[in-house]
């Protein structure tokens, strides 16, 4: 499937939703009984980040749509940015069906980049899950008062940021903000995004971004008592692959539209193309579960209608909106259509994040 072909796939599942789950098969049928187990949802990150919500939103509904109702248990493994994580995922093969694992875009980048600590292959694991997502930038209220829809009066401000790392999803907010002319110095280490948040709650950061899930639980209370507020979203794709409003956040402007505003920022060129690219790669195909290599086909089926079943759900649209967003959730395969589109970023696109990640920040990967 090309490039063109799979955004299209996305997008039209963004406007139908979670209606194509309803042609799916039921769970029970596959064979795969896993009644008095404990499967277990391995997400290699912080229990306080937007993956941690994401899974804990899913695990309930899960255990419901399996057969045998077993116990769906989230366990974290935070460390390097999620590839330690990973790493042990590749060295799992597949048993009785009672691992899971989920991914990041934080997960495939890393891939993507050919981190050397990667010893993760995608291609061995088996996606039953694919979820988009959207992100927000957010600014403390006495600077949010210097910005009108365009960076220029932020420009000269030392802005500190809490990182997991330039090789990760952060790469995209980073990329951004300086493609706008800020000065954002990054903390790197912290173990998962709500840390960064919590960095920006105690004042010891004044610029942060947060996935759509983690926005909504823990940045909106912020924004009510006016200790944040929003400055852009990331966007969405539409059907043909245009950077549009986040339909989550459709009263927050994009990237695009504050680059378009702002002084020198320009939305064609290199540095846009290589943003484009990894924000596709990172948000619309944000997040994935998977089995461990070798599993059956047998194993497939049965993890796939039960995700089906969930977003079969009536009361679906209603749960998801107000703890993951409004995007699109898929199995089958628009799940595989979005773990090719995550996986793959044009040559150019990496030669230019590889040379500016050891321009910006002193990284090389090779």
Known sequence: MSAQQVTRAVGAAALIGCSLAATGAAAEGHGLDLAGETVEFVIPFSESGGSAKWANFYAPLLSEALP?????????????????????FQEQTYEDGTVIFGTSGSTQFPYLLNDPRVRYEYGDWHVVLASGTGGVAYLPADLAERFDGDADDLQGIDFIYGSQGATRLDLVPLLAWEMLGMSVEPIFGIKGRGDGRLMFERGEANIDYQTSSSYLSGVVPLVENGQAVPMMTWGALDADGNIVRDPTFPD????????????GCETSGDAWDAWKAF?????????????????????????????????????????SESTLGIYPQMTGDLAEATLEQGTNVPDEAKTFVTNWLADRYGVTLN
């Open 68 to 88: 045998g109702n077993p116990t769906v248990v989230v366990r974290f493994m935070p460390g390097a940015g999620s590839t330690q994580g990973a790493n042990w």
């Open 252 to 263: 927050i402007p994009t990237f695009k539209e504050v680059c378009e505003a702002t002084e």
């Open 279 to 319: 924000f596709i790669a990172g948000f619309p195909a944000q997040k994935m579960v998977f089995l461990p290599k070798g599993a059956p086909e047998e194993a497939i089926a049965t993890y796939s209608a039960a995700f089906d079943a969930v977003l079969a759900r009536e009361d679906f649209a209603e749960l």
